[in-house]
């Protein structure tokens, strides 16, 4: 009998082969020509955005002394992404196949995991030097130090990051911890950072991290020591990966194999479903608060699915929003491109806001019991998200104050705030009721379906982020001696149209997704 590691091994070499024979070369030419041409357009863009040599030797001082440790509260959200994965069975996204016939063989299973780990810490790694790499070349634009330096340091920082998240979450999955654990060791993680941002320490884990990202400007042996953590957690994952329980392996294939379809046909309502379902994320089966019965069915109805968010939704929401708050606040100082991040993380909070009015998308056969058109009931549907998102824009707007007082904070949110949260739940209405992408046309014109493509994703958060103009207005107002509040007001009417058009065009749509 032969040896069974080698079969496997010869396995895995034959289907390995087959993959290549049955891969065309221009079409994976012409993906990675894209991503690459998207990761250049966004360098290239946020570079011009931020001219070199703009900020002062005191602004980069200060930079040197209290970047890390903002930076560190970044990466340390990124690292409890990792950790809540390791609590529901992650990093590992196998095939069925893998966990059918490989992992219930009669063989060890560290071997075929342990290789599993190396290709999702390798792809980890490759994204995260992408993403490093540009926003090394934005930082380059206002930082002494070199765009060579900033791209080195950007790419060598999301590395490590990536290999800490996903290095943790396979420890924590192969020790079979659950969520309680994740959810503790996510919570001292980025609790370290705050109090390192709020303290003026160096203690977290990620800040350390976080030096590394600004060694261009100051290099702080601390460093190291991030590296170090990183090839810790790369290490204590691939010497635990071998308990990861399989009934989560499969459970994990089945859904990460229908999520990848979800965001090729750009579905986005599957794909919120499905992820939700990773992370499972059910609703409370008591709410948070009992309604009582009264007019307005749509009203009540939507009422009724907020009150019954998961806690972890609606903490994710407010994050969102103390996020965005944030990023304004620093395009405010004169990052411009931060606009962009904030109109990111505004979309994404409505996306959970108008879960209610997802749900009943996804059953349009009940929407029949109602005279009403299917678009008119969608509008119904606008109120109370909207609602919703008005506070978690008072988030955003407190944490804008926190970071930089100033008395035009609360004016100019009386002009902005509306506007960008009815922005942000018409676009994410548009989102979910366009439904999934049609493959006839993708077939008939390639070339035109790509931009369509292009398209459908990107104008929902450009819509929210035409919203946030008004803004920027006001800021090149306060420049010029003009009245910021006034401008913005006016740029807010102009800004408001294509929300408007946006709105008549969901009041025609069908109930049906398809």
Same mark, same amino acid.
């Given at each position: ?6 079969a496997l ?24 020509y894209?991503? #690459? ?5 966004v360098?290239?863009? #946020? ?6 040599g703009?900020?002062?030797a ?8 209290e970047?890390p440790a903002?930076?560190g ?14 609590g529901?069975?992650?990093?590992l ?8 016939h ?5 063989? @060890?299973?560290s071997?075929?995991l ?6 999702q810490l390798r ?8 993403a ?15 765009a060579?330096?900033?791209?080195a ?6 590395v ?8 943790a ?21 980025v609790?370290?950072?705050v109090?390192?941002v ?8 990620a800040?350390?991290?976080?030096t590394l ?7 702080? @042996?601390?460093?190291?020591?991030? #590296?170090?953590?990183a090839?810790?957690?790369?290490a204590?994952?691939?010497?635990a990966?071998a ?18 379809f979800?965001v ?7 794909v ?14 008591r ?11 749509v ?30 606040r ?6 411009t491109?931060l ?10 909070a409505?996306l959970?806001?108008?879960d ?5 998308v996804?059953r ?13 009931l969608?509008?119904r549907?606008?109120?109370?998200p ?6 978690? #824009? ?6 804008a104050?926190?970071?930089?007082p100033?008395?035009?904070?609360a004016?100019?949110?009386g ?26 046309k993708?077939?008939?014109?390639p ?12 104008w ?17 107002a306060?420049?010029?001696?003009? @009245?910021?509040?006034a ?28």
């Open positions: 009998m032969g040896d069974p590691e080698a091994a010869e396995l895995g070499a034959a289907r390995g082969r087959r993959r290549l024979l049955t891969l065309d070369p221009f079409d994976a030419f012409y993906r990675a894209l991503a #690459g041409i998207s990761v250049v357009v360098a290239v863009v #946020g570079a011009g955005f931020l001219p070199e703009q900020v002062t005191a602004t980069a001082r200060q930079v040197a002394e970047g903002l930076a509260v970044v990466l340390a959200l990124a690292v409890a992404v990792g950790l809540r994965s390791g529901r069975g992650g990093p996204a196998l095939q069925p196949a893998e966990v059918n490989v992992l219930l063989a009669p063989l @060890p299973r071997r075929p342990r290789a599993a780990l190396i290709r792809f980890g790694a490759f994204v995260g030097a992408g490093g790499a540009a926003a090394g070349l934005v930082a380059a634009g206002r930082l002494p130090g070199g060579p330096a900033f791209m340091a950007g790419m060598a920082t999301a490590l990051t990536a290999v800490t998240a996903l290095g979450a396979a420890v924590l999955s192969g020790r079979r911890r659950g969520m309680l654990a994740a959810d503790a060791v996510a919570v001292v993680v609790g370290l950072s109090v390192d709020l303290a003026g320490t160096r203690l977290a884990p800040t350390w991290l976080g990202a600004l060694a261009p400007v100051e290099l702080d @042996p601390l460093a190291l020591a991030g #590296g170090a953590m090839v810790a957690c790369a204590g994952g691939l010497a990966v308990g990861t329980s399989l009934e989560a392996a499969l459970r994990r294939a089945g859904l990460v194999g229908e999520l990848r979800a090729t046909l750009q579905d986005l309502r599957t919120l479903l499905l992820r939700r379902q990773l992370a499972q994320e059910q609703p409370r089966t709410p948070w608060v009992r309604l009582r019965p009264g007019p307005g069915v009203v009540r109805r939507d009422l009724r699915g907020l009150a019954r968010f998961p806690a972890v939704r609606i903490v994710r929401m407010l994050a969102l929003g103390a996020a965005a708050g944030a990023a304004l620093g395009m405010w100082s004169g990052t491109p606009l962009i991040l904030a109109a990111l993380c505004l979309f994404l409505a959970d806001a108008i209610p009015l997802g749900q009943d996804d349009p056969d009940r929407w029949g019991t109602f005279p009403v058109p299917d678009g008119k969608l509008l549907h606008l109120i109370v909207t609602a919703a998102m008005v506070l978690v #824009g008072l988030v955003g707007l407190g944490t104050a926190a970071l930089g100033s008395a035009l904070v004016e100019l949110a002009v902005i705030l509306p506007l960008a949260a009815f922005a942000a739940v018409v676009a994410a209405t548009g989102s979910v009721v366009m439904g999934p992408a049609d493959n006839s993708v077939i008939a014109s070339e035109a379906a790509g931009i369509g493509l292009v398209g459908r994703a990107a929902p958060p450009a819509l929210v982020a035409l919203a946030l103009a008004p803004l920027l207005a006001a800021r090149s306060v420049a010029d001696g003009l @009245p910021p509040v401008t913005a007001a006016n740029v807010a009417f102009l800004a408001g149209l294509p929300v408007a058009g946006a709105v008549w065009w969901i009041s025609f749509r069908k109930a049906s997704r398809s």
